[in-house]
């Protein structure tokens, strides 16, 4: 079953602006991670935050957690036609398996 | 570092007929792997995931059935195919020896059309 839901479901955005995307989730999780999906293509892994991490950067990635409120923020800083894709969130549960929300569809205007 | 292949890349067949998806695994031994499938817009669902040879445990009772034949195979089958069935499948392993918790790598997926 999917535990991670990301809001919004799609965003269309100018290059250069940032993308903010949202997961929420339901149970305790041991990490929460972010991928990204190019159209037809397989997952790419983004990012991983610890449940005991509040926040964490790569690159233009920003990535926030709050475990009090079930809830991940993705944050895409000044954002390239490249970053066009689907983001998912997926969570960890302290089992072998991860669990994938539906996905946010970013498109990235010239 | 990990290398997933999975063949064919796409696949059109018939209602009722069989279906044989191969994923093999480069770079690692003994990894948990896993099936998933995407439906079109939609997220993953996981379906099958092993963590050894002849060990496959089913996450959705479905038309499908897993088999791991060798320590880096993984192989996802149907005896009669369903429309239901159509979507994009994804073979996945995780990152270095670790299996629960880590991040995954993704193979380039099959799309699959039940006509």
């Known amino acids: 079953s999917q535990q991670g839901e990301e809001d919004p479901q799609a965003l269309s955005i100018q290059e250069g602006e940032n993308a903010t995307m949202n997961c929420s989730y339901k149970?305790?999780?041991?990490?929460l991670q972010w991928y990204r999906q190019n159209s037809g293509r397989g997952l790419v892994h983004l990012i991983l935050?610890?449940?005991?991490?509040r926040e964490k950067h790569s690159g233009r990635l920003r990535v926030t957690l709050d475990t009090s409120k079930k809830s991940s923020s993705l944050l895409i800083t000044a954002s390239r036609a490249a970053d066009t894709a689907s983001y998912f969130c997926?969570?960890?549960?302290?089992?072998?398996?991860?669990?994938f929300g539906a996905g946010t569809t970013v498109t990235v205007r010239a | 570092s990990q290398t997933i292949h999975q063949w064919p890349a796409t696949l059109v067949q018939p209602v009722g007929s069989p279906l044989s998806l191969e994923c093999t695994v480069e770079?690692?031994?003994?990894?948990?792997l896993y099936w998933y499938r995407q439906a079109a817009g939609r997220g993953l669902q996981l379906l099958f995931y092993?963590?050894?040879?002849?060990?496959i445990s089913s996450e959705v009772p479905q038309n499908l059935s897993a088999s791991r034949p060798q320590d880096r195979q993984f192989i996802l089958s149907s005896k009669k195919l369903l429309l239901s069935d159509s979507g994009f499948y994804l073979c996945?392993?995780?990152?270095?020896?670790?299996?629960?918790?880590?991040?995954?790598?993704f193979g380039p997926g099959t799309r699959l059309t039940v006509t």
């Open positions: 997926a969570t960890d549960a302290n089992d072998y398996k991860l669990s």
């Open positions: 149970t305790s999780i041991n990490n």
């Open positions: 935050i610890r449940s005991n991490e």
């Open positions: 770079g690692t031994s003994n990894p948990n």
């Open positions: 092993s963590v050894g040879i002849g060990q």
């Open positions: 996945a392993c995780p990152k270095g020896v670790a299996g629960a918790g880590s991040e995954q790598y």
